[in-house]
Structure formats: C-alpha cells, structure tokens
C-alpha cells in the first residue's frame, strides 16, 4: 500500500490552512506498536515510481508531506495523522492499492 498524508502538497489545489508538516503512522487494529511511520517523504525514487503507477499526484521532494510504501498482512489498521510539534491545519489522506 502506498499511504500518504498530505498538507503542503496541496497549496496547488487552493486549499488553505493547511497542516504543514504532518506526519503519519500505521497501527493494527487492537494493537499500540507503530508497523509504519513517516514524518518528510524525502523525494525517494521508490516513493516517486509508486505516486506514477497509481496516479497520485507528485509532491515536491523537499515538502513536509509524509508517505510510507508499506506491505501489510490482511487485517485491520489504523492511520493516524498528527502534526509535528502539535501543529494543526487540513491534510488530506490517500490509500492506494500499488500493483
């Protein structure tokens, strides 16, 4: 799965107040143990291949956006989205099913 969580990528869209440095986690469901986390997506080719081969829209490789690339055994999660230093503002998050 390729998770995302999008704040400042989403100045383009005319979206305001937005969350500028968010960051993300993955947890099963019944579980307090983070199975993924990002905090600045860093612009990685893998990260990049995988926006391309799901249409997600690219983000700039130096934004405060946070995606993870992550394989999960069937079952239930949960994505929370916070932001750093307790900041707040709109963010926008995206599951996708990578091929």
Known sequence: LLIRAVG???APFGVTDLLLDPQLAVIPLGKT???A????WG???ELIAAFASVGAFGLPSGSGDAAVLVRLPPGGYTVTVSG?????GNVLVEIYDVP
């Not at 986390?37 to 600045?40: K, S, Y």
């Not at 750093?84 to 707040?88: I, L």
Request: no cysteine; charged share 5%.
């Open 8 to 10: 400042p990528g989403l």
């Open 37 to 40: 986390a990002n905090d600045n």
């Open 43 to 45: 612009g990685t080719a």
């Open 33 to 35: 143990t983070t199975v």
């Open 84 to 88: 750093v230093a307790n900041t707040t």
